[in-house]
């Protein structure tokens, strides 16, 4: 299936494909492209199947993830950043399709969930939460105390973006519940532990513990395929509590490559 896809800078410039977390979209990528990001690559930002603007429809396993992006993204792309639960696509692509990636960056990737935090969360994620207004959905994202330093205005045109108001008059999240569930479930399985051929950068939130350096450790015995080089401030969604050091630390990478 062909992704949505969200696009920045240059078609003629190399392509960098950004991989978004559960429950969020391409669209998230927006203001580190424009800001930083679209100077120097074509950036792709996909919808992930469940997600945004692409297709609902089942199966929302890894394997159909990536079926999906590599079918939607140019056959030359080589570059990939994921976030979360993009990030953990991003090192089984680079385990199952090594020919697909040269390098990547894992932004505070959940590279596995123990299981009985993934139930907790797949329950919560089966309620029908909604809100009055945009306005009223970002109040409560800063209340819940995930969100360290963070521009409102980010978050204000994230949600703008990525809420659809039904026909209730309230505003939910532009996912599917179903595929939200189902990522917790392949969240929770046990990441490849086979060597690692692709260099992969691991930029840890330094207020989250979604990526503990102990995961790491399997990966750091290969050849240091596997770095944790970078922990930036603030919680999990780096890109707006930590734009300009998740720019910082996504340039000097890629430029590093030989």
């Given amino acids: 299936m062909r992704l949505h896809v969200h696009e920045w800078g240059d078609p003629a410039a ?27 690559w074509h950036v792709v930002a996909p919808d992930l199947r469940g997600h945004g603007r692409s297709d609902y429809e089942p199966p929302w396993s890894f394997e159909q993830h990536l079926d999906d992006l590599l079918e939607t993204v140019p056959e030359d792309a080589r570059l990939w950043v994921g976030h979360s639960f993009g990030g953990r696509i991003v090192l089984e692509l680079a385990h ?18 123990p299981p009985p935090y993934a139930l907790r969360e797949a329950e919560a994620a089966r ?29 204000e045109e994230d949600f703008r973006e990525h809420l659809v108001e039904g026909g209730d008059g309230r505003f939910r999240l532009r996912v599917s519940r179903s595929a939200v569930v189902a990522g917790w479930g392949e969240m929770s399985r046990m990441p490849p532990q086979e060597p690692l051929g692709v260099p992969l950068l691991v930029v840890r ?20 395929a596997l770095l944790e080089a970078v922990t930036v401030p603030g919680g999990h969604i780096v890109m707006w509590d930590a734009p300009d050091e998740t720019a910082d630390a996504i340039e000097s990478w890629f430029s590093a490559a030989p």
């Fill in 14 to 40: 190399p392509t960098l494909v950004c991989l978004h977390g559960i429950t969020a979209h391409g669209g998230r990528y927006r203001r580190l492209a424009e800001e930083r990001l679209a100077q120097r």
């Fill in 205 to 224: 939130a330094l207020r989250a513990n979604v990526c503990p350096p102990e995961l790491l450790d399997p990966y750091r015995e290969t050849a240091g």
């Fill in 127 to 155: 309620a029908d939460i909604s809100y009055a207004s945009v306005a009223e959905a970002v109040e409560a994202r800063f209340a819940a105390g995930t969100v360290f330093g963070a521009r409102r205005e980010l978050v």
């Fill in 96 to 113: 199952r399709r090594p020919d697909r990636i040269e390098r990547g960056v894992l932004l505070d990737p959940a590279l596995w969930v």
